[in-house]
């Protein structure tokens, strides 16, 4: 299952990206926003997190204007790896090698076929699961 989160900047992309959700068979979660009327992006990035760290949802998708902000407040969340990616590259190279479990986009800077190609390349890459790969994200998680 996939939760779904944004802020008013990143309502109309995830609408698209709903599209492509449902037309895939995908299944999701949509945690809000609901229009495109200004709200807060933390609190959306908190929903998504909590759903990822209860096991309700495997993978998010946050979405504000940049991706910027809605990314640095998921990635305060303990176990939570957003990443923030403009192209089908990084969205490949942050699961195979950081097992990124949010996706976070920009709806201002990334346009909707982009978009979906790059959600496509995310919830399809597996984690390499790498001794080196891992050993980082263990560096990353551990809190000194």
């Not at 599209?19 to 959306?44: A, H, N, R, W």
């Not at 998010?60 to 990314?71: A, E, K, N, Q, R």
């Not at 942050?94 to 976070?104: E, F």
Request: one cysteine or more.
């Amino acid at each position: 299952m996939i939760a779904l989160g944004c802020d008013h900047g990143g309502y109309e992309l995830k609408q698209e990206i709903i599209k492509y959700l449902e037309e895939k068979g995908i299944p999701y979660q949509d945690f809000g926003c609901d229009s495109t009327k200004s709200v807060d992006y933390p609190v959306y990035a908190r929903k998504v997190g909590r759903a990822i760290q209860n096991g309700v949802c495997d993978k998010g998708i946050l979405i504000c204007g940049t991706g910027i902000g809605i990314s640095i407040a998921a990635n305060k969340m303990k176990g939570i790896r957003a990443a923030l990616c403009t192209d089908c590259f990084s969205a490949e190279a942050t699961r195979l090698h950081n097992d990124a479990n949010i996706l976070a986009l920009g709806g201002r800077v990334v346009g909707p076929g982009l978009a979906v190609k790059i959600v496509d390349t995310f919830l399809h890459t597996e984690f390499s699961h790498e001794e080196r790969h891992q050993r980082r994200i263990d560096l990353i998680e551990n809190e000194e």
